[in-house]
């Protein structure tokens, strides 16, 4: 029998502090309920004519593809759209949008660049709202890393992350209040002209400070990593900011994460793993790398033991089958 909070029925997703950190851990084990589930060869029916509109306005992998199975593995629908696709935002506003999806879809994950629109969307749909990517935060994102965590190394607490790289992106700014909300102590190394937003940081020190661990910036990443259990990074270059891509190099060269830096945790015959939200320029042969050679990771670390990114992709799927679920199915169905 699959167990989840009551609570979280009828609920929406804009960013981390849209749950409580009890309904945080809640939904991160309801996923891997559904992970057991389907690799027990379970296919349900929790979203049985459940239908889920996908509005993209950035071109997706993970987030996409999860999203589609997900609800077809429990008997729900995926209608995938992008801007040339319906009038959003164009010949009709989001809010009119919203309000005419909201009655045709049952719930509405978006993918686009201003939190504002997801945040419109949620106020004027009348059905469940996840945010699965904009440029501030990446929420659905950061319950896969915590579940790959948890399974990895059988428990959140007494973990370090490390996230390396861009402090002030959207990645990094959901990464850094769901470890507070987890109770994972947390650091950012990054370089000064890219610490995280003093308002987004001490929003985050808060909830750690009640949780009982702390959050740390270093502009020296060796310094930083020292004791980490986790190295994370992500793009230099977030979509949207093509045009800084010679200058984020430059920056960011410093904190690549080789196979030194990961010595520099002291727990490389340890508990120690490496994450990433993908894509990755790990290599030598994509249109970015071909004359740069690997950017935020190297193939090394890449391709290590470390390496658990191919278990985190999977569980974008899981996580977010948990927040479909939870908020679309009614539990007298079970």
């Given at each position: 029998?699959?167990?989840?909070?009551?609570?979280?029925?009828g609920?929406?997703?804009?960013?981390?502090?849209?749950?409580?950190?009890?309904?945080?851990?809640?939904?991160?084990?309801?996923?891997?309920?559904?992970?057991?589930?389907?690799?027990?060869?379970?296919r349900?029916?929790?979203?049985?004519?459940?239908?889920?509109?996908?509005?993209?306005?950035?071109?997706?992998?993970?987030?996409?593809?999860?999203?589609?199975?997900?609800?077809?593995?429990?008997?729900?629908?995926?209608?995938?759209?992008?801007?040339?696709d319906?009038?959003?935002?164009?010949?009709?506003?989001?809010?009119?949008?919203?309000?005419?999806?909201?009655?045709?879809?049952?719930?509405?994950?978006?993918?686009?660049?201003?939190?504002?629109?997801?945040?419109?969307?949620?106020?004027?749909?009348?059905?469940?709202?996840?945010?699965?990517?904009?440029?501030?935060y990446?929420?659905?994102?950061?319950?896969?890393?915590?579940?790959?965590?948890?399974?990895?190394?059988?428990?959140?607490?007494?973990?370090?992350?490390?996230?390396?790289?861009?402090?002030?992106?959207?990645?990094?700014?959901?990464?850094?209040?769901?470890?507070?909300?987890?109770?994972?102590?947390?650091?950012?190394?990054?370089?000064?002209?890219?610490?995280?937003?003093?308002?987004?940081?001490?929003?985050?020190?808060?909830?750690?400070?009640?949780?009982?661990?702390?959050?740390?910036?270093f502009?020296?990443?060796?310094?930083?990593?020292?004791?980490?259990?986790?190295?994370?990074?992500d793009?230099?270059?977030?979509?949207?900011?093509?045009?800084?891509?010679?200058?984020?190099?430059?920056?960011?060269?410093?904190?690549?994460?080789?196979?030194?830096?990961?010595?520099?945790?002291?727990?490389?015959?340890?508990?120690?793993?490496?994450?990433?939200?993908?894509?990755?320029?790990?290599?030598?042969?994509?249109?970015?790398?071909?004359?740069?050679?690997?950017?935020?990771?190297?193939?090394?670390?890449?391709?290590?033991?470390?390496?658990?990114?191919?278990?985190?992709?999977?569980?974008?799927?899981?996580?977010?089958?948990?927040?479909?679920?939870?908020?679309?199915?009614?539990?007298?169905?079970?």
């Amino acid at each position: 029998m699959l167990t989840w909070m009551p609570e979280l029925k009828g609920r929406s997703l804009m960013r981390m502090t849209s749950f409580t950190d009890e309904e945080m851990m809640n939904l991160i084990d309801l996923a891997a309920q559904l992970k057991a589930r389907r690799a027990a060869g379970i296919r349900g029916d929790l979203l049985h004519r459940k239908n889920i509109a996908l509005i993209f306005e950035k071109s997706s992998t993970r987030t996409r593809n999860s999203s589609i199975i997900a609800a077809r593995d429990e008997g729900g629908g995926a209608e995938y759209l992008t801007r040339p696709d319906i009038h959003f935002g164009k010949k009709e506003s989001v809010k009119d949008t919203a309000r005419v999806l909201g009655r045709i879809y049952d719930g509405i994950l978006f993918r686009g660049f201003r939190q504002s629109t997801v945040e419109e969307l949620a106020k004027w749909s009348g059905v469940p709202v996840w945010n699965g990517l904009t440029d501030d935060y990446h929420p659905t994102q950061i319950f896969a890393d915590l579940l790959t965590v948890k399974e990895t190394f059988g428990s959140l607490r007494d973990c370090t992350v490390a996230y390396v790289g861009d402090g002030r992106n959207n990645v990094a700014n959901s990464l850094m209040m769901g470890c507070a909300k987890a109770g994972v102590r947390y650091v950012c190394c990054t370089p000064k002209e890219l610490w995280p937003d003093e308002a987004v940081l001490a929003e985050a020190e808060a909830v750690a400070k009640r949780n009982g661990v702390d959050i740390r910036v270093f502009s020296d990443p060796k310094k930083g990593v020292k004791g980490a259990n986790v190295l994370y990074t992500d793009v230099w270059v977030s979509m949207g900011e093509e045009a800084k891509t010679a200058e984020r190099i430059k920056m960011l060269r410093p904190y690549q994460i080789n196979m030194d830096l990961m010595k520099a945790t002291g727990n490389l015959d340890g508990k120690l793993m490496f994450l990433h939200c993908l894509p990755a320029f790990h290599d030598f042969n994509t249109e970015v790398t071909k004359d740069s050679g690997a950017l935020e990771v190297t193939d090394e670390v890449f391709e290590s033991k470390y390496s658990k990114v191919f278990d985190e992709s999977e569980n974008r799927m899981h996580t977010i089958k948990a927040l479909f679920v939870s908020a679309l199915c009614d539990r007298a169905a079970l």
